[in-house]
């Protein structure tokens, strides 16, 4: 069939399932059962907000600025006028205050405010002044802190370079290090929350480079860090807290200035290789940061979105940085995040021949089909009313386009000047799920109004055989649903030649080990149908996401090793056995099996015993690759991210500089390696616990590599233990970026209480290494 036969064909038949959903939503309205959607001002949480404000133009050794200190104090008037933070919520360091010593003095001391409540109140820390590099020493102390050149970067507070008297003699005042910056904001964030936004306008790799006129002025020569700068600071105790304080199994990823990917939130005016630049006494980044916030209300932004409305002048090289775990978050707040991952950006209105159409940033990557449908929105924030619905026409290299479908609505697109939206899964097209209903009532419910109103976005069907469903549902005499895996996997449609996908079909994997639950822990009353809708939609967004397969074998772009890795009393880390062990089980086994000896991962994180594990992707690649790893539960649903690569504004994310490359940061650069949970300064190691009650869980880790920087928190979805939300994930649509390969690890964790020789293999799991 022709593409664009098929194409009408799908739309045909997605039109048809919209228009009835449409005509149940608008029968419910009429019954009073639908609610009016609010906005996102009615839900507008009190700010709560602690802000240390650090400018500094006047410097004694280094060129001077002419914008830190006017950007600094326009930053606090924006804070107290337009958040109302009165003045004992805000802290200032100007010019001859911000020394090194009070600069790290005020950074400390966050952790004792009682003003802060943990948890509670967000700290903004914001810094406007010279950033520099330095060679990262060649100390043994510094082992650990890998970065992608093999320079970290520096913050330079009024007196850096000046000679000053010593116990000694005589020293050079240093410039802060990242990694002391990150030491404090993980101690920070352990003590108060991570509700932690830290700003920096100033270049934090190319030098020293803020210039009036708009040119560059920067230091040739790289400055000098003693190996034992900070020593104190990043003592033993905090490099445990650093590796170790983390709530479950995620791990955190970056270098430089957002070490600690889950303490905080970090906006950079440029990446590595770039100049911070002011004009007229002005920073560019501090600029478009406070237009931005001043033209969309702070309630109605997430950091994310926030880097959206961004404006750049197009003639500077300078290309924003967003980095963190949680920047979707609302802006200084804890909420909005599970709604807003659910949100994908879209833009680029345009009329041709009588229809309009929009761009979409998302593609094959993360799930997308043409003939999906989405809502479209003004606002990545939950409660916000959906403007039109568009429908997936085609498919692009990193962006796919949508035709608006309702004639009504086209107006307010007409005369919007914002050009940027938001886009939602509403129903998808070419994937469904079968299950099995031993229940003759909910059988009848879900025969006769399977999504009943509630948007479900992979359609599901009911048959009558168990062998033919992925999902059976069973109601015991208690009026509970219990939910088990069915015999088949709707989801898989091939098998890739090299790929480790065998126990994945069919649901094998969950059938071998007689020990793991055929049943899900999550039970809701019969009654309760539309958690139960809920939770089928959950296991079909899990299921396809991890059944998903990419074209290209991963091993043409890198080569991944994973470790068991073992805590020494000195808190350092070591391999232990073979580093390919662990993965060379794949192509026989299918699986890893880890042994798990406590349920507890606080025992675990306590325990020199307890066996951690991280991997080593290496770029076998003559360019810049991007990394992303995924987290996928297989006892609770939930898809969490361990790590990705940062985000930037809307022009410069997906476009390439004037050098044809793209200018957000990578830690995998050409021909170059990178640890996740070896090195102190990328990634902590993973620890696994078992569920009480189980003998045997299983997990999936998930390898994305990219050629292009994309955003993957679309695909996550929050445990079914937490309570299943609407909108916490998203499918988006269509074809390729330029090149990307994904590797699928299952793993198989079995309880066990295994003494652990020297070479780190356990008894009773020859696999385990």
């Known amino acids: ?96 205050q911000a020394t090194r010593s009070a600069v790290i003095r005020e950074l400390m001391a966050l952790k004792d405010n009682t003003r802060i409540v943990k948890n509670k109140t967000a700290i903004i820390i914001y810094y406007a002044g010279h950033g520099a590099r330095a060679e990262r020493p060649a100390h043994p102390d510094w082992t650990d802190w890998r970065t992608a050149d093999g320079n970290i970067e520096l913050l ?130 501090t600029s478009a940061l406070l237009k931005a916030m001043k033209k969309v209300p702070v309630v109605g932004l997430t950091y994310k979105s926030l880097m959206d409305h961004l ?119 070419g994937y469904e799920l079968f299950a099995y209903c031993n229940n003759p009532i909910l059988h ?42 069915g015999e088949t996997n709707s989801f898989f449609k091939r098998e890739k030649v090299g790929s480790y996908f065998g126990p994945v079909k069919q649901n094998h994997i969950f059938k071998k080990f007689p020990n793991f639950p055929s049943l899900f822990s999550y039970k809701p009353l019969a009654s309760d149908v539309d958690e139960i809708r809920n939770f089928l939609d959950a296991y079909a967004h899990f299921t396809y996401h991890i059944t998903m397969q990419s074209s290209k074998d991963i091993q043409d772009l890198v080569s991944i090793e994973m470790h068991r890795l073992k805590r020494e009393m000195n808190n350092g880390l070591r391999i232990v056995g073979d580093p390919g062990d662990l993965l060379s089980v794949l192509a026989t086994d299918g699986f890893v099996t880890i042994t798990v000896a406590t349920e507890s991962l606080d025992y675990a994180r306590n325990s020199n015993d307890a066996p951690r594990y991280g991997f080593t992707i290496r770029n076998r690649s003559d360019r810049k690759l991007y990394p992303h790893i995924l987290f996928f539960d297989a006892s609770t649903l939930e898809i969490d991210v361990m790590y990705t690569n ?72 929050p445990s079914i233990e937490e309570g299943i939300q609407r909108g916490a994930m998203l499918r988006y649509v269509c074809d390729y970026i330029e090149e990307w390969a994904s590797m699928t690890i299952p793993l198989v964790l079995v309880k066990q209480k295994p003494s652990l020789s020297d070479d780190g293999r356990s008894d009773g799991s020859a696999s385990d290494s």
């Open 311 to 429: 404006d750049i002048p197009a003639d500077y090289e300078q290309t924003p940085h967003l980095d963190g775990k949680h920047i979707n978050r609302r802006l200084f707040s804890l909420s909005g995040e599970a709604t807003s991952c659910s949100m994908t950006r879209c833009d680029s209105l345009k009329h041709v021949d009588g229809q309009y159409s929009l761009s979409l940033r998302a593609g094959f990557i993360q799930g997308v089909t043409c003939g999906s449908i989405y809502d479209i929105y003004d606002t990545d924030l939950p409660k916000s009313a959906p403007l039109a619905t568009a429908v997936v026409s085609v498919g692009q290299r990193a962006s796919s386009s949508c035709l608006l479908l309702s004639p009504k609505e086209r107006s307010f697109f007409r005369n919007s000047g914002a050009g940027l939206w938001y886009a939602r899964l509403s129903v998808t097209s």
């Open 646 to 717: 940062m985000t930037s504004n809307r022009e410069k994310m997906w476009q390439p500089s004037r050098t044809e490359k793209f200018d957000v940061d990578t830690c995998l650069e050409a021909n170059s390696e990178v640890t996740f949970g070896l090195a102190n300064g990328m990634v902590r190691p993973l620890l696994f616990s078992i569920p009480p009650g189980q003998e045997v869980d299983i997990s999936f880790i998930k390898i994305f590599v990219t050629t292009e920087p994309v955003d993957l928190r679309s695909i996550l979805q």
């Open 156 to 285: 330079c507070p009024v007196d850096t370079e000046m000679t000053l008297p010593t116990e000694a003699g005589s020293a050079k005042v240093e410039a802060i290090p990242d990694r002391t910056i990150s030491c404090l904001l993980r101690n920070l964030s352990s003590t108060k929350g991570n509700n932690i936004t830290l700003i920096l306008d100033c270049c934090h790799s190319a030098g020293l480079n803020r210039d009036p006129n708009g040119r560059t002025r920067g230091l040739d020569k790289l400055l000098t860090v003693s190996a034992k700068c900070d020593s104190d600071i990043v003592s033993l105790e905090s490099q445990r807290s650093m590796r170790d304080t983390f709530s479950d199994v995620s791990s955190e990823a970056h270098e430089g200035f957002c070490t600690s990917w889950d303490s905080h939130v970090l906006l950079a005016a440029c990446s590595r290789s770039q100049s911070a630049m002011e004009k007229n006494n002005e920073g560019i980044f």
């Open 444 to 485: 009848q419910t879900f025969s006769q109004d399977p999504d009943g109103g509630t948007n479900l976005r992979y359609p599901f069907h009911l048959t009558d055989l168990r062998d033919n469903a992925d999902i059976c549902l069973e109601v015991d005499g208690t009026n509970l649903v219990s939910f088990g895996r």
């Open 1 to 96: 069939m022709h593409a664009s036969a098929l194409f009408h064909q799908q739309l045909s038949v997605v039109m048809e399932n919209l228009n009835n959903i449409k005509l149940r939503n608008s029968s419910n309205a009429q019954d009073g059962q639908a609610k009016p959607e609010r906005s996102c001002e009615d839900t507008k949480p009190p700010l709560d907000i602690f802000a240390l404000i650090i400018g500094i133009n006047s410097y004694k050794c280094v060129p001077k600025l002419g914008g830190a200190v006017p950007d600094a104090d326009k930053f606090e008037t924006f804070l107290r006028t337009q958040l109302g933070i009165p003045p004992d919520g805000i802290k200032n360091l100007r010019d001859e």
